[in-house]
C-alpha cells in the first residue's frame, strides 16, 4: 500500500514540476557558459556545477574568481547568497524531522527554490503523511537533472560563444525568472527594493562586496516588515474579538 502511494506522489511531483524543467535547464545553459567565460577551466566548470549546485551563488562569485578576489570574499559572497536555504531548510524540516538525517541531508542538496516553492504550495500543513518524501523527490530529482544538462551543454559551448552577446545580462534575466515567483508578499517586495538600492549605492565598492552589503541589508528590511506586520494583524485581530 506505501509503495502505491509513494509511486502515485512520485507521479504527481513529476507533473507538477515538469513545466519547470526548461527554464531550470535554460538558466544552468547560461551558468555554464559564464563559468567557462569567467576563466574556469573544463575540470573547474565541471567541478563547480556538480558541487556546489546553486545557480545564483555560481554567477554571484563568477566575478569575483575572474578578478582574483581573496577566497574569503567569495566564500562569504556566495554563502550569503545561498542563506535563503536556511529558510528553505526550517520550512522543510518539520515535514521531514523523522527521516535519518542523511536522508535530509541528501534531499536539502538536491532542494532548489522552484521545487521547494511547490512542495509548499502541495503541503501548506506540517507533520507526518505518506507520500511526502516520494512528491518531494519527483520535484527535485528531475530539476537537479534538468539544471546539471542545462550547465553541461553551457560549458561545453561556453567557448564557441561571442563575447557580445551579453551573457552578463542573459544571467540576470536568468536570476529574475527564479525570483520574481518567490516574491510573494509585502515583505518581499520591499527586501528586493532595498536590496536593489542598496545595491546600486554600493556598485563601486571593490571585491563586489556591494551585493553582500545590499543582501544582508535586503533581508533584515524584509525580516522587520514581515514582524511588524505580523504584530499588526495580531493586534487588528485582537480589537476585532
Not at 98 to 107: C, D, E, N, S, V
Not at 208 to 222: F, N, P, Q, R, Y
Request: glycine content about 10%.
Amino acid at each position: 500500500m506505501q509503495t502505491e502511494i509513494d509511486k502515485a506522489a512520485f507521479k504527481e511531483g513529476l507533473k507538477i514540476g515538469m513545466p519547470t524543467w526548461f527554464g531550470v535547464g535554460a538558466w544552468g545553459l547560461v551558468v555554464g557558459v559564464a563559468m567557462i567565460k569567467a576563466g574556469l577551466s573544463l575540470p573547474q566548470a565541471f567541478g563547480m556545477t556538480f558541487i556546489v549546485f546553486a545557480g545564483s551563488a555560481q554567477l554571484a562569485s563568477l566575478p569575483l574568481i575572474a578578478v582574483h578576489a581573496p577566497a574569503w570574499v567569495i566564500f562569504a559572497t556566495a554563502l550569503v547568497v545561498n542563506l535563503r536555504f536556511v529558510i528553505f531548510s526550517a520550512i522543510l524540516a518539520p515535514h521531514f524531522y523523522h527521516l535519518p538525517w542523511l536522508t535530509r541531508a541528501k534531499m536539502g542538496f538536491f532542494s532548489g527554490d522552484i521545487s521547494v516553492a511547490l512542495f509548499i504550495q502541495r503541503y501548506p500543513e506540517f507533520g507526518q503523511e505518506q507520500g511526502k518524501l516520494a512528491y518531494l523527490k519527483g520535484l527535485v530529482y528531475p530539476n537537479w537533472g534538468s539544471w546539471q544538462i542545462g550547465s553541461v551543454i553551457g560549458i561545453l559551448l561556453g567557448s564557441q560563444v561571442p563575447t557580445h552577446w551579453g551573457l552578463g545580462f542573459a544571467g540576470t534575466l536568468a536570476i529574475l525568472c527564479v525570483m520574481l515567483p518567490l516574491v510573494i508578499n509585502k515583505a518581499a517586495i520591499a527586501g528586493v527594493a532595498v536590496s536593489g538600492v542598496v545595491a546600486m549605492l554600493t556598485a563601486k565598492l571593490p571585491y563586489k562586496l556591494g551585493l553582500l552589503i545590499a543582501v544582508v541589508i535586503g533581508m533584515v528590511a524584509a525580516m522587520m516588515l514581515d514582524e511588524w506586520l505580523e504584530r499588526k494583524r495580531d493586534q487588528d485581530g485582537d480589537e476585532h474579538e
